[in-house]
């Protein structure tokens, strides 16, 4: 079957024999934007975020047909040259270590502040896992957005 998907601003044609292949597949198999990462696939760790109409969400458990039609944000389009207040805020606060649960964690806060919360309220919100254990980090970093 053929859907229409829009992503990070831009039409995209996607032909998927399944129309239950989870987004996360889509993004990063078809359309080449591997910044959004698989991690547990069973909607725990949050390395999947992405934006879809300005709300987080779990790109492992999306099943494509739901996203069809909807504004998809990822990690790549989240803004040119990595100018988002959350971006620079974790590049200055040295907050990554491995870096693979950062894309889920950068779009999880951008979601929230985008809903309105400031940086510090943001972060509390923050379910995702990351394995390097830069909790501390992120919410230092969070203080300055
Ligand atoms: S890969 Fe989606 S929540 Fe872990
Ligand atoms: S920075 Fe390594 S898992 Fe989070």
Redesign the pocket.
């Known amino acids: 079957m053929t859907l229409q998907l829009n992503v990070n601003g831009q039409n995209h044609q996607v032909n998927v024999s399944d129309g239950s292949m989870p987004l996360l597949w889509v993004l990063r198999d078809l359309l080449g934007l591997t910044g959004t990462k698989y991690g547990c696939g069973i909607e725990v760790c949050g ?1 999947c975020t992405v934006m879809v109409d300005g709300q987080p969400e779990l790109s492992c458990d999306l099943d494509v047909t739901s996203a069809a039609g909807r504004k998809i944000v990822t990690i790549e389009g989240l803004s040119a040259n990595r100018s988002h207040p959350v971006q620079q805020a974790w590049v200055a606060g040295q ?8 894309s889920g ?1 950068i779009m999880t806060m951008a979601c929230k502040m985008k809903a309105g919360a400031r940086g510090s309220d943001a972060v509390k919100e923050v379910k ?7 909790y501390q980090r992120m919410k230092e970093a969070s203080k300055t957005i």
């Open positions: 390395a907050v990554p270590q491995c870096g693979y649960c950062q964690v995702n896992l990351c394995v390097c254990g830069t």
